[in-house]
């Protein structure tokens, strides 16, 4: 197997859709290397596309409201659009292995919400889109599982986002995402203008980030004595929450 065969299937096509040029110009995919990648492709654009025309009639701001954040080289950005479907803090183990932390935040969202994307516009994208360029040149993928994809940066080792349900939707550190709401980046405050604006923007962000629930919680290895709901494992439909009492399943 050629080496840019086996490095364009290290990043599925799901990530190398989302990797896009800024929005002043026409997004230019990079092309898949087999027939079954294409393929695979085609179909999940199909299923974003439709999904797309299903939910945007009648979004609302908050809906339509764009956070964004860097890696820590500045050289991968995400764009998060509207309110995530849930904000999870997971104590797994994998979760807390991968990021040397005694849990994790992150923002649950559509596919179709999530936008990875070259933070520096020329150089970057020469770099990928030129012919034989690829994701991989931007992203190193990890399988943690079965189920999850994880997507970090190649040059920093960040975070960026990991990819859940067969590609239909995306987890976005909230480490990721820069403070102060809207769709400005850097997140180097240098307390100049914006006063009152600012605040409120500051505000919304982070009601809209709020997290919804612990996962893993039987996993922990810190107590968190909050008021949100924690489920022994996952917060999929049916899921054991925690009573405050340990059992067999930690």
């Known amino acids: ?42 179909g999940v654009v199909a299923m974003i596309s439709a999904s797309s025309r299903a939910t945007s009639a009648d979004a609302s701001p908050t809906e339509t409201e764009t956070r964004s954040g860097s890696c820590f080289c500045g050289a991968i950005v995400v764009a998060l659009t509207g309110t995530p479907a849930a904000v999870s803090i997971c104590h797994c183990v994998n979760c807390r292995k991968l990021s040397g932390a005694p849990f994790t935040a992150q923002a649950l969202a559509k596919a179709t919400a999530v936008e990875v994307r070259s933070a520096r516009d020329a150089e970057m994208d020469q770099m990928v889109f030129s012919p034989g360029g690829d994701a991989d040149a931007y992203l190193t993928a990890f399988s943690s599982s079965a189920a999850v994809d994880r997507y970090r940066c190649k040059e920093c080792g960040s975070p960026v986002y990991a990819s859940l349900a067969k590609g239909k ?15 400005g980046g850097g997140g180097g405050g240098d307390g100049g203008g914006g006063g ?26 810190v107590d968190v004595p909050d008021d949100l709901p ?18 067999d399943s930690r």
């Open 230 to 247: 924690k489920y022994v494992k996952s917060a999929a439909r049916d899921a054991k929450m925690w009573t405050g009492v340990e059992d």
């Open 169 to 183: 939707m995306a987890a976005v550190p909230l480490s990721m995402l820069d403070g102060g709401g809207g769709d």
């Open 196 to 221: 009152g604006e600012a605040a409120a923007a500051a505000k919304s962000n982070a009601e809209s980030l709020r997290p919804t629930h612990h996962m893993y919680y039987a996993d922990r290895i």
């Open 1 to 42: 197997m050629s080496s840019a065969l086996a490095a364009s299937r290290l990043v599925p096509p799901f990530a190398r859709r989302l990797l896009v040029l800024p929005n002043a110009r026409p997004p230019r995919v990079v092309a898949a290397s087999s027939a079954s990648s294409s393929s695979s492709r085609a």
